[in-house]
């Protein structure tokens, strides 16, 4: 379509004319003040607007993906230095239900574990606390028995307001048994 953009004195509205309609009288369709069709007394503004395209700004990706990639490589190496830092909680594989693992405890031979859920939190906070009586006196009690660090179990449940974990031992001494483990043994 040729033509021009007319813009009406009365009130601003942008009018897209046709050359056929130059040199005849026209309403605007915004508030109908009457005008010449006429593209020499169009605005110039709005001659160079449609002869100029419009240039989009580009964004500076290069700086913004470096910056990104820094600070990722930032966060690993962070996470790297304190073993129970926010990041290396953050990076450490965690564990879902239905999957295989490991019980695993560091500086531990064999992992407590229990019978039941309640008896569960009570070795979380016996080994947060690092008392070895409480582990003791729930283990004479018959509550608790001690896994082999390094036995296979399938993970059944995870309980995170506890911290506890309900799980199959797949192989070993109690292959079969469902039990309940810290989930900080849980690899």
């Avoid at 419009?54 to 490589?73: A, F, Y």
Wanted: hydrophobic content about 45%; proline content about 5%.
């Amino acid at each position: 379509m040729q033509g021009y953009t007319h813009t009406c004195a009365a009130c601003d509205a942008k009018m897209k004319i046709h050359d056929r309609y130059v040199g005849r009288t026209l309403r605007c369709t915004a508030c109908g003040t009457e005008f010449l069709a006429d593209p020499t007394l169009a605005d110039i503004d709005d001659i160079i607007d449609e002869m100029v395209p419009k240039q989009e700004r580009s964004v500076p990706w290069l700086p913004i993906i470096g910056g990104v990639t820094l600070l990722v490589l930032a966060m690993l190496v962070l996470s790297q230095s304190d073993p129970d830092g926010f990041l290396a909680k953050l990076f450490r594989p965690s564990r879902s239900a239905g999957q295989f693992a490991e019980l695993t405890m560091d500086g531990r031979d064999r992992v407590p574990a229990a019978m039941d859920q309640e008896t569960a939190v009570f070795v979380v906070n016996a080994l947060e606390d690092a008392d070895p009586r409480s582990l003791a006196l729930l283990k004479d009690q018959g509550r608790i028995i001690d896994v082999d660090s390094g036995t296979r179990i399938k993970v059944i449940e995870l309980v995170d307001r506890d911290g506890t974990a309900r799980a199959r031992i797949v192989e070993g001494q109690w292959t079969g048994r469902v039990l309940w483990v810290p989930m900080v043994a849980v690899r």
